[in-house]
Each structure stands twice: as structure tokens, then as C-alpha cells.
């Protein structure tokens, strides 16, 4: 007999408390289950996103969902902030010599 598992989606907020939470020093599979969070390595996966896009990452909406426009206008401001930044520090860095 197989299993039949109905997906889950969670709130920005929840994974938000769930990725600084851990950060913290917590324990995943504690988090997970206080969350009632169904799948302990989903909070691996919005770590991830969020080292590498910051709480953007963890607004995304999945390729093939529909996203209104003004939602979609608002997640490339805000990639488009990320990448200002970005360059903000790599010219930064290019001013500055390192020291080896």
C-alpha cells in the first residue's frame, strides 16, 4: 500500500522563525516539531535559501506557480536590491587592496 502525501506549504513568517531559530543554535528536529512542521529537511532547504538570498529566498514562489504582478513586481525589487548591494561590495573590495 502506498503512502500518499499531501504537500504542505508554510508561511514566510514560520520559516523565517525556523531558519533563525536554528541559526540560533537550536535543534532542527526540535524546531521542526515545535513548528509542526511536517518534514525536519525542509528547514534545511529555507536555511539555504536564505544564506544565499536573504529573506527573499524564502518568498519565492515555486517556476510554475501563477504570481499576480504587483507580487512578482515586488520579488524583483527586491532581487534587484540584493544585486545592488552585491556590487556595492565587490567595488568595495576592489578599491581596497587585500592584505597577503
Known amino acids: 500500500m502506498s503512502t500518499i502525501r499531501k504537500s504542505k506549504s508554510?508561511?514566510?513568517e514560520l520559516k523565517?522563525?525556523?531558519v533563525n531559530r536554528v541559526q540560533a543554535g537550536e535543534s532542527?528536529?526540535?524546531?521542526?516539531?515545535?513548528l509542526e512542521i511536517v518534514d525536519p529537511d525542509y528547514i534545511y532547504v529555507w536555511?539555504?535559501?536564505?544564506?544565499?538570498?536573504?529573506?527573499?529566498?524564502?518568498?519565492?514562489?515555486?517556476?510554475n506557480s501563477l504570481?499576480?504582478?504587483k507580487e512578482k513586481i515586488k520579488e524583483l525589487e527586491m532581487e534587484n536590491e540584493i544585486?545592488?548591494?552585491?556590487?556595492q561590495i565587490l567595488k568595495r573590495e576592489e578599491k581596497e587592496p587585500s592584505s597577503k
Not at 28 to 34: G, H, R
Not at 47 to 63: F, M, S, W
Not at 83 to 87: C, F, Q, S, V
Open 10 to 12: 508554510y508561511s514566510f
Open 28 to 34: 532542527v528536529k526540535i524546531v521542526a516539531k515545535q
Open 67 to 69: 504570481i499576480d504582478d
Open 83 to 87: 544585486l545592488k548591494k552585491y556590487l
Open 47 to 63: 536555511i539555504k535559501k536564505y544564506e544565499t538570498y536573504g529573506e527573499v529566498g524564502l518568498k519565492r514562489k515555486k517556476r
Open 16 to 18: 523565517l522563525i525556523a
